[in-house]
C-alpha cells in the first residue's frame, strides 16, 4: 500500500529565509512524486514532479526537491521565502490510478 | 490555454436533493479524476474515468454517489439525495496518461448543504 506523510502541519517562516517542507512516502515500486500548492479557494497547482530521473527535481517558483530513497523522503525546499509563498502544500505519490496526497503543510510567511 | 474546467465554483443544496458537478479536462486529456476534500479528512481519491469508462471507482461511496465521462461532453460527478456530511470541496483533475503523468487540477467546486 502507497502512503505519504508529511511531518509537520503548520511551518512558519520569515521572508527572505528558507523553507523546508518535510515528506515521507512509502512505496511497494518505485514511486512518482509530486509536490502540489493549494491558495485559498483554488485548485492544486503542480510545483514539480520526481519520476526516477533525477534526484534533485527544479520545480516552479524557485522550489525543488530531493528524492532520497535511502530515507524515503522527497522534502520540498526553497532558499529564500516569499510572501506570496503562504499557502498550502501536498505531497503525493501517484499509485497507477490515483494519487495519495499527505495531510497537507500551511506554510505561513512572516514580513 | 485553458486548464481544467470545473462548475459551478459554488453549489448549495438542501438535504435530500441533487448535486451536479461538472469537470471539464485540459485539451487533449483523456483521463479524469475526482478527489474530494473534507477539513478533517484531506484529500481523497474518489474515481478515474477516460472516455465512456469508470476505469477506478475504489474511492467513490457505494450508495449515493455516481461518476461519468461521455464520448461528448464534461465529466459530470452527481450526488443524490445529499446529506450534510456530503458538503465538501470536489476537485476534478485531468492527465494525458496514467503512472507518473502529473494530474492537472481544477479550482473545484464547494459543495454547501443546508
Known amino acids: 500500500a502507497q502512503s505519504v506523510t508529511q511531518l509537520d502541519s503548520h511551518v512558519s517562516v520569515s521572508e527572505g529565509t528558507p523553507v523546508l517542507l518535510r515528506c515521507n512516502y512509502s512505496s511497494s515500486y518505485s514511486p512518482s512524486l509530486f509536490w502540489y500548492v493549494q491558495h485559498p479557494n483554488k485548485g492544486l497547482q503542480l510545483l514539480l514532479k520526481?519520476?526516477?530521473?533525477?534526484?534533485l527535481v527544479k520545480g516552479i517558483n524557485g522550489f525543488e526537491a530531493e528524492f532520497k530513497k535511502s530515507e524515503t523522503s522527497f522534502h520540498l525546499t526553497k532558499p529564500s521565502a516569499h510572501m506570496s509563498d503562504a499557502a498550502e502544500y501536498f505531497c503525493s505519490n501517484n499509485a497507477g490510478n490515483m494519487l495519495t496526497f499527505g495531510g497537507g503543510t500551511r506554510l505561513m510567511v512572516k514580513p | 490555454n485553458a486548464g481544467v474546467m470545473q462548475n459551478p465554483r459554488h453549489l448549495v443544496r438542501r438535504r435530500g436533493q441533487e448535486a451536479r458537478l461538472r469537470c471539464s479536462p485540459m485539451k487533449g486529456h483523456s483521463h479524469v479524476y475526482w478527489y474530494r476534500q473534507l477539513p478533517e479528512e484531506g484529500l481523497k481519491f474518489m474515481v478515474y474515468?477516460?472516455?465512456?469508462?469508470?476505469?477506478?471507482e475504489s474511492g467513490m461511496p457505494k450508495e449515493r454517489f455516481s461518476a461519468e465521462f461521455p464520448k461528448e461532453g464534461p465529466s459530470i460527478l452527481r450526488i443524490q439525495q445529499v446529506v450534510r456530511g456530503d458538503s465538501a470541496a470536489y476537485f476534478c483533475?485531468?492527465?494525458?496518461?496514467?503512472?507518473?503523468?502529473?494530474?492537472?487540477f481544477g479550482d473545484g467546486t464547494r459543495l454547501s448543504i443546508l
Open positions: 483533475a485531468s492527465s494525458l496518461g496514467t503512472g507518473g503523468q502529473p494530474q492537472h
Open positions: 474515468l477516460q472516455k465512456e469508462n469508470i476505469i477506478d
Open positions: 520526481y519520476t526516477s530521473a533525477a534526484t
